[in-house]
Every structure is written in structure tokens, then in C-alpha cells.
Nanobody, 124 residues
Framework: QVQLVESGGGLVQAGGSLRLSCTAS????????MGWFRQAPGKERVFVAA????????SYADSVKGRFTISRDNAKNTAYLQMNSLKPEDTAVYYC?????????????????WGRGTQVTVSS
């Protein structure tokens, strides 16, 4: 079992920045690729960013490329999502997930564990 807890969400004005954290406990963090997904009201959960076990490979949704950066610190059992130049359309609940994979995973079905999410609200 892996327990994931997200933090760092909040209310920010358009153009601002937030950094989300996802802290894991349980099995070895470095055994899992990590990903961030988001779900806006009335919409499905969609892929945002993913990072490989070692951190050497990353993937991003087109909508966030150049604005968001995913990273991880295996010594701290934590994955991060740095979000810059935020837009109102980035408003959503953000979830982190853990996938038993070497490389990045962009499909939610590839993830075995999920956190409960953290709310990000971007005002215009």
C-alpha cells in the first residue's frame, strides 16, 4: 500500500504561481512513477504531468507545457508540481497518483494509488 497526501493548493490570481506537493508513505516511493491529474467541476479527471521513477523523464499535457514543472525528491518521498502563469481554466481539484512503472504514465488507468486531492482556484 502507498498513501498519498497532496498539499499546497489554494486561491491565486491569474498569472500567479503555486507549488503542489504529494507526500507518500508506505512502500518505497522510488519504485513508482508519479503523476498529477486534475478534475474541474462537471468534467472528467485529466492528465496534467508525469515523472519517471528516477525523475529523468517527464511528460506534460499540451495545456500546461511551458507553465508547469513536475519534479520529485526520492529522499523526501515527495513529488511536486510547480505551476506558473496560472489561468482561470487551471481551476480544478488536483490529484497525485503512483504508478508501478519505470517510465511516465499519462493514462489514469495506469495508476494504482491516488491521493484525495487539493483544490486550486485561479481568479481572473
Amino acid at each position: 500500500q502507498v498513501q498519498l497526501v497532496e498539499s499546497g493548493g489554494g486561491l491565486v490570481q491569474a498569472g500567479g504561481s503555486l507549488r503542489l506537493s504529494c507526500t507518500a508513505s508506505g512502500r518505497t516511493f522510488s519504485s513508482y512513477a508519479m503523476g498529477w491529474f486534475r478534475q474541474a467541476p462537471g468534467k472528467e479527471r485529466v492528465f496534467v504531468a508525469a515523472i519517471s521513477r528516477s525523475g529523468s523523464a517527464t511528460s506534460y499535457a499540451d495545456s500546461v507545457k511551458g507553465r508547469f514543472t513536475i519534479s520529485r525528491d526520492n529522499a523526501k518521498n515527495t513529488a511536486y508540481l510547480q505551476m506558473n502563469s496560472l489561468k482561470p481554466e487551471d481551476t480544478a481539484v488536483y490529484y497525485c497518483g503512483a504508478a508501478p512503472s519505470f517510465g511516465t504514465r499519462t493514462a489514469g488507468a495506469g495508476y494504482d494509488y491516488w491521493g484525495r486531492g487539493t483544490q486550486v482556484t485561479v481568479s481572473s
